[in-house]
């Protein structure tokens, strides 16, 4: 059984502080005709829209939760009764759906009570233990934040990860870390200095590809899994726009003559280059091709990470199919080998090779299984030959690209 996404669940969804009062007045205009004519007689009479209501709720609770002296009986009746109710239904139902979402929320809420034995000695150096507490367990519980699989993604997968490196890998592991962490600050500067320019382009250009009635399809896997071969034919037959975001770095990279460049240097150490420079030339090549007419776009080695994913749906909009092409490591790196015989390219040395295929493999996981819980990913095999791999990839694109094109 694996946790399971609430993307599923049926209701508006917070990804960014701008989401919570839209999503709240969203759900508070959602109920039943009967609690809708009685919250609306409530509203009338008190003259307090529910809106305000519920953010003098939260205001209060939250200022009870420092000074209250009892603050410990709030917070945890807070964090227990609403996860108990859905808990119970569960079993009452003996439904598994989201089942594992709530075993780790008890775990994480019983980690907390150990922590708890030490609140009046945290208190004593900051009076926030408790708004602290209820504030996560609140995140980790609502289906509008989908916390338990944001935390699930982002903090355990990783952790279980580690426990299977070796020790020399660990410190590798946290010596590539290291070396990233001192050049954070050039690579921010040279995001923020490629980003710029693009962002006051794509603002007002932007509209025109959420407005496009035309498929957007992800392409993902290794370096060396064939993506770009199969783009290759994708385009031919389907007439679809070939975006790589690859090809849109290091051209990037490529147009600018300095060599001590932040971004060529992440490039060639093998690692990912800085969210927000690979969405917003993304989004710039695809406002600029559904302006020429594009009939819809194969984004080739994207998103790299989860965060990529939901930003990418939050900024422009949700990919109506993922395909992931899987192979193993061996032929892969023979695949890349031979590549670097016959074109160079800045990220194609073996050791640089080896890393990159190290760093894809460590990121690329939460991502693969993040599409396949939502029900976009398509597994395909890419150790036949081209047109082999071509025809299953042909039966599954065609479902998707008929729908938009009947």
Request: aromatic residues 10%.
């Amino acid at each position: 059984m694996e946790i399971t996404n609430n993307s599923k669940v049926k209701g508006p969804k917070i990804n960014s502080f701008s989401d919570i009062h839209p999503v709240l007045s969203q759900t508070l205009h959602n109920f039943s005709p009967n609690k809708e004519k009685f919250i609306d007689f409530l509203e009338k009479s008190s003259g307090i829209t529910r809106e305000n209501f519920a953010y003098g709720l939260i205001i209060l609770t939250a200022i009870y939760l420092i000074f209250g002296s009892g603050a410990h009986f709030i917070c945890n009746l807070i964090c227990f009764i609403y996860p108990a109710y859905k808990s119970l239904r569960k079993i009452d139902q003996r439904s598994t759906t989201h089942a594992l979402n709530w075993l780790l929320y008890w775990i994480i809420f019983g980690t907390f009570t150990l922590i708890d034995q030490f609140a009046d000695n945290i208190n004593q150096i900051l009076p926030i233990y408790w708004l602290t507490k209820c504030t996560f367990c609140v995140y980790l519980f609502l289906p509008q934040t989908d916390g338990v699989n944001r935390f699930h993604d982002a903090i355990l997968v990783p952790f279980f990860k580690l426990l299977h490196y070796k020790p020399r890998e660990i410190v590798s592991l946290f010596e590539l870390q290291l070396n990233r962490l001192k050049d954070i600050d050039i690579i921010a500067k040279a995001s923020d200095s490629l980003t710029s320019p693009i962002q006051a382009n794509v603002a007002k250009k932007i509209d025109v590809v959420r407005k496009a009635q035309i498929p957007v399809i992800f392409i993902i896997g290794a370096p060396g899994a064939g993506k770009g071969t199969q783009c290759a034919k994708m385009v031919e037959k389907y007439g679809l726009t070939h975006l790589s975001t690859g090809d849109l770095l290091r051209a990037e990279v490529e147009s600018q003559a300095d060599e001590d460049n932040p971004l060529r240097k992440i490039m060639q150490n093998g690692e990912l280059v800085p969210m927000r420079v690979v969405l917003d030339l993304l989004k710039e090549a695809m406002s600029r091709a559904t302006i020429n007419g594009s009939r819809g776009f194969l984004i080739d080695g994207y998103p790299r990470e989860i965060i990529q994913g939901e930003q990418f749906e939050h900024e422009v909009r949700s990919p109506d199919l993922v395909i992931y092409f899987e192979a193993d490591q061996k032929m892969l790196y023979d695949r890349c080998i031979n590549r670097q015989k016959t074109r160079r390219r800045l990220d194609d040395s073996s050791d640089i090779i080896r890393k990159r295929l190290k760093t894809y493999e460590t990121a690329s996981t939460s991502v693969v299984d993040y599409y396949a819980q939502k029900g976009k990913l398509i597994k395909i095999a890419a150790e036949g030959t081209v047109d082999d791999v071509f025809a299953i990839v042909e039966t599954h694109l065609d479902k998707v690209i008929s729908k938009f094109r009947e």
